[in-house]
């Protein structure tokens, strides 16, 4: 049993350390080996990799845009590679441009190019399969990443080298912050 700020929580793990739950007023519960997160850094807010019904995307979005999401999705867990475009590892903008071509969309290779492709979305407008920007004060000009956005207020993200790609709100405490624009491609 755990108490926090004021609401009481039963966790069980079960010997898995992927296990995620959502907790009082969206808080994420992220079990990290015998310790359990929640919330604080990007790392602790991230989906069970190990559950195909964790995310769906939404009904009424558009065909490209769910094939794009939806392949986006399929690639969670896989590492990220510098430079990687697959099929065993990508980077940021490998990953977006894969997810496209499996809408029969062709977009350019790198961010900086993907930023200035298709039509521009707010937050508010925000589709399956629409690019995410962000500016992060990585090397080089921004936006750098771009994350795939899967619906309701989920995105598909390749964190950095170490990192596996995974699923994280995009309201969540470290990028919401460093949000540059969205594109919806096609």
């Known amino acids: 049993m755990l108490h926090i700020d004021s609401f009481t ?5 079960r010997g898995r350390s992927d296990r995620t739950v959502k907790t009082y007023r969206d808080a ?12 604080g850094e990007p790392n602790a807010i991230a989906m069970n990799l190990d559950d195909p019904t964790a995310h769906q995307v939404p009904a009424d979005a558009s065909e490209q845009g769910r094939a794009a999401a939806e392949w986006a999705l399929d690639q969670v867990g896989k590492p990220y590679v ?44 925000l589709a399956p399969g629409d690019l995410l920007f962000y500016d992060t004060g990585g090397p080089g000009d921004p936006p750098a990443p771009v994350t795939v956005y899967v619906g309701d207020g989920q995105m598909v993200n390749v964190p950095s080298t170490g990192k596996n790609i995974r699923v ?3 309201d969540g405490p470290y990028y919401s912050t460093r949000f540059m624009s969205a594109v919806r491609p096609g």
């Open 168 to 170: 994280e709100p995009v």
């Open 82 to 125: 510098w430079g990687g475009t697959g099929p065993h590892g990508f980077d940021c903008s490998g990953l977006t441009m894969k997810a496209w071509e499996a809408a029969g969309v062709a977009i350019p290779r790198v961010t900086t190019d993907q930023v200035n492709f298709g039509t521009s979305a707010t937050l508010d407008e």
């Open 28 to 39: 994420v519960a992220w079990f990290a080996g015998e310790h359990l997160l929640i919330g």
């Open 9 to 13: 929580l039963d966790l069980q793990a």
